[in-house]
């Protein structure tokens, strides 16, 4: 353990509960100041209840912490700041249209004047190895570089207990690299760094303790570098897993073609795509990696037909299918599913079954004479359920009730029951855990099995490497050459991420 071993957050007995589920039943664990300690959990384990009480945005029903040796129950965030308790979010809370140093006085109770503040975020920045210019805007900053700014937005108000929300997610191999070295230095000045994280690899790199959650209850306290990531994934589930097995196909003829793809974005501070080619044969993953930010979102809507290009753009079984919609699309046997899942892939306040309709209404034909067919949706809907084991009380419920996880793997198999010729999916496993992101993982490389050529982008590097047979990233709107995974370094993608020496960086090392 760095820094002193004295206790910093001691949490005894916490239980909260909502109608119908107990999100944390007598949770009991400690921080030392200077320790890096993981909440290691299921989707629905309990975790973001666990990091809210201990940040003042929900209250414990029962139980107490003490923090620093003395009672501690923060009303609201504000006093859980006072008390020295900093939190950066999974999703980042920044102003696309202000700058940096806005941003931050922004999250300031009495903030110094903007001149003296621009000093501060150069000096700290600087000083933990995390650069900032404070004049920029935050709408011209990557997905790392936005991360910075919350975490230095935390550092100005010099924590004693900094909680990080799946830090990782949105950056590549060397950024992730920054990261660590920045949170030991913290910790090694005596910081106490609470981290989430689904990437178990990483969780072993960086913490001294883990502890692991299973339905709302602590079944497990270990050293991480003493397990194996499968172990750790194994006490969060409390079952064996099995790493997903890919049958060896022989190719099949290109179902999915792009050929000098170029297109604005609509999104504001958007990527435009510029002249993006590759194709995909039956049977075959291929895998797109990328910061968040680099055109990742454009490309989804290019390929499902939300944003048209010219007619031969994308290019489906040989047919040119840029100027065409989704439903044309569809028709032809292309299904999309986009990051996005609450608002793009699935309407919030509808039921399960209205939303099993939005997209299976082509391929599953769940209307007959201009009339919708509700029995047919409403086995659709149940099918899904079951084969991607969603938990939910019924198919009734609204698309907003369920968890991140459970509502993502309704909406990857949603798609994926629809008998697709072409699959295109961006972040499959974003948000959920060890288990359902195997079960996903494994659905994929069954639907390849089965002839389909996927397309997979994704931040999650260890999960292209496991499911794709090719390996291309997109860098402010450009795809590198596509080359076969096997082989691949990590370093060799970090990078093709990040864009280095135009796009030859493919060559690397060969």
Not at 312 to 320: E, L, M, N, S, T
Not at 387 to 415: C, I, M, W, Y
Not at 482 to 493: A, H, K, Y
Request: charged share 20%.
């Amino acid at each position: 353990m760095t820094g002193s071993s004295k206790e910093l957050l001691a949490v005894e007995g916490v239980t909260k509960a909502y109608p119908g589920v107990v999100a944390n039943s007598d949770v009991s664990f400690s921080i030392a100041e200077g320790e890096v300690h993981a909440l290691l959990g299921e989707n629905g384990a309990g975790k973001s209840t666990l990091v809210k009480m201990i940040y003042g945005l929900v209250k414990p029903d029962s139980g107490q912490m003490r923090f620093r040796g003395q009672p501690y129950h923060p009303t609201e965030p504000k006093a859980a700041r006072a008390s020295g308790v900093a939190m950066v979010f999974q999703h980042f809370s920044l102003f696309e249209a202000l700058s940096v140093a806005e941003n931050v006085a922004l999250g300031m109770e009495n903030p110094p004047p903007m001149r003296e503040l621009a000093g501060r975020i150069k000096s700290v920045s600087e000083a933990y190895g995390l650069p900032l210019d404070p004049g920029r805007m935050v709408g011209d900053l990557s997905a790392g570089e936005r991360q910075r700014v919350e975490i230095i937005r935390c550092l100005l108000q010099n924590p004693k207990l900094l909680i990080m929300d799946e830090p990782t997610s949105v950056l590549t191999p060397q950024e992730v690299d920054i990261l660590f070295t920045t949170l030991r230095k913290l910790a090694s000045e005596g910081t106490a760094i609470l981290y989430i994280s689904h990437k178990l690899e990483e969780i072993r790199a960086l913490c001294n303790e883990a502890t692991i959650l299973r339905r709302g209850k602590v079944v497990a306290t270990c050293t991480p570098r003493d397990r194996s990531a499968r172990e750790m994934a194994e006490l969060m589930v409390g079952a064996t897993l099995t790493p997903p097995a890919r049958a060896a196909l022989p190719r099949g003829d290109t179902a999915l073609e792009v050929t000098g793809l170029s297109v604005n974005s609509p999104i504001p501070f958007g990527m435009s795509l510029k002249d993006v080619n590759f194709r995909v044969a039956r049977g075959e993953v291929l895998g797109i990696a990328g910061v968040a930010g680099n055109g990742q979102d454009e490309l989804l809507l290019a390929l499902s037909g939300e944003l048209r290009t010219d007619p031969g753009a994308v290019k489906i079984d040989g047919k040119p299918m840029g100027a065409t919609g989704p439903n044309a699309r569809r028709a032809a046997g292309l299904v999309a599913a986009p990051e996005e899942r609450l608002g793009h892939a699935a309407a919030p306040d509808m039921s399960l079954v209205e939303n099993a309709l939005l997209s299976g209404v082509v391929r599953k034909a769940l209307v007959k004479n201009g009339f919708i067919d509700w029995a047919a949706t409403g086995r659709f809907a149940a099918e899904i359920v079951k084969d991607f084991d969603v938990r939910t009380p019924g198919t009734h419920v609204a698309a907003r009730a369920l968890s991140g996880g459970n509502l993502q793997k309704f909406v990857v198999g949603r798609e994926l029951s629809q008998s697709p010729a072409v699959i295109v999916i961006n972040q499959p496993t974003w948000g959920v855990d060890a288990a359902a992101a195997a079960s996903i993982r494994q659905a994929i490389l069954d639907r390849a099995a089965e002839g389909a050529a996927v397309v997979v982008i994704s931040q999650d590097l260890d999960e292209l490497l496991e499911i794709a047979d090719n390996f291309a990233a997109l860098n402010t709107g450009r795809l590198t050459k596509p080359r076969p995974v096997e082989g691949l370094t990590i370093d060799e993608i970090g990078l093709m991420m990040g864009g280095a020496h135009g796009m030859e960086v493919a060559h690397v090392g060969h």
